[in-house]
Structure formats: C-alpha cells, structure tokens
C-alpha cells in the first residue's frame, strides 16, 4: 500500500539554523503530497502541499519540491525561528486517502 | 468566523461509558473525516463521509460509530466496546474526497 516515510525526531536546533526534514514516500501512482504541521495541544495546519512533479511548495519561509525520480518532498526552512517548534507531518493523498509518516518533532533553541 | 469546531477540547470517560465528540464545519465542505493521534504516531482514519447520510468505515473503525444527518455536523461516538480510547481525536473536512483536508482543534479523551 502507500506509504511516507519521515526522518526520525527528534530534531533540536539552534535559532537562524537551516532546517531538513526528510519525507519519501511510495505510491502505485501520482500522489499529491503535503506538509502539516502541529503546534503543542493543537490540531494540523497545512503548511503547504505540491500535486504534481517539480512543483514547488511554499509558506511561511518553508519550502518542499516534489521530486518524483527520488519519491521525495523534503521541507526545507532557510533561518528557523523558536516559534517553528512543532511537530511535522508529511502526508499524501492518492485514490482519495490521506496517508500520514509519523511526525518528526522540532525544537528550536534560542 | 469560518472553520471548523471541535467540542469538549478535553473529555472525560469512565469505564463502560459512551460518550460523544462533537465536529461542526461551516466551510460548507462536502467530505468530513476522523481521525485518532496516539503519541508518537501518525494519524489513523476511523471514519469519513463523503456526503450526508452516508458513511465508510476507516483503518480502525471497531468500537467508534458515527452519524451524519447535516452537512455541518459529523459526531463521533466512542462506545464502551473500544478497549483502548485514551487518545487525541482529530476531525478534519475537505470541499470533496480526495482533495485538500483542513483539521480541527482535537479533542483529547481520557479514561478515568
């Protein structure tokens, strides 16, 4: 079946640091991809999603490119701030299913 | 103010007790789903209804029921033959199957 995969947390950086988070997936055919994340206690906010190959998406400084010769969709934040402490899903969507990785949890540091 | 509302934000259950979570969207969408978080995991489908007056069973369905009589309402009942419902209930809704879904604020059952 389909699936995401997220890098493992937790991940602890200093303020201003470039941030990573890796998410490949697998999927019998074209998925449209997401980033949401979850501040503490809250429910998911999109962050922001890509539906078809090298599409590019972005918000709030975040960015993720959908890389279909590598399954990919890795979020990428040039200068992180404390406030982007959270935790982070990638999901997918194909044959009208939302598929969520496991979260990769962010701390930033001051 | 448009979104959508889940109520209580935390709740209570005693043992053999039902209770029910409430999910209310006035982003006039058509789909509605729920989801259950346990800690360190992803989300898991329980239920999602694509129209009003029908549902389908998710992932985990067994000891939860749900009902859909309005466009803006889906509740979720955790029922007593769910062994294990401490957990933090997510409804989330989307203008059509498949396409983009937007999540509520949870509600977090505890098992006294």
């Known amino acids: 079946g389909d699936s995401v995969t997220q890098m493992e947390g937790p991940v602890t950086l200093s303020e201003e640091a470039f941030l990573t988070i890796n998410c490949t997936y697998t999927?019998?055919?074209?998925?449209?991809l997401f980033w949401y994340v979850q501040y503490p206690g809250e429910g998911l906010q999109l962050l922001l999603k890509a539906t078809k190959a090298d599409d590019k998406g972005s918000n709030k400084g975040f960015e993720a490119t959908y890389r279909k010769e590598t399954t990919s969709f890795h979020l990428e934040k040039g200068s992180v701030q404390v406030s982007d402490s959270a935790v982070y899903f990638c999901a997918l969507t194909l044959n009208e299913k939302l598929t969520f990785g496991t979260g990769t949890r962010l701390t930033i540091i001051p | 103010d448009g979104g959508i509302t889940q109520s209580p934000k935390y709740l209570f259950r005693k043992e053999g007790q039902n209770v029910t979570l409430s999910c209310e969207q006035n982003?006039?969408?058509?789909?509605m789903y729920w989801y259950r978080q346990d800690p360190g995991q992803g989300l898991r489908l329980i239920y999602y209804?694509?129209?009003?007056?029908?549902?389908q069973k998710g992932d985990i369905a067994e000891g939860y029921s749900v009902s859909r009589e309005k466009k803006e309402s889906f509740p979720l009942t955790v029922t007593s033959a769910q062994k294990n419902p401490t957990a933090f209930y997510l409804c989330?809704?989307?203008?059509?199957?498949?396409?983009?879904?937007?999540f509520g604020p949870g509600t977090r059952l505890l098992v006294l």
């Open positions: 209804s694509q129209i009003v007056n029908d549902f």
């Open positions: 999927a019998t055919g074209y998925p449209s």
């Open positions: 989330a809704t989307s203008w059509a199957e498949g396409e983009t879904q937007y």
């Open positions: 982003l006039n969408h058509d789909a």
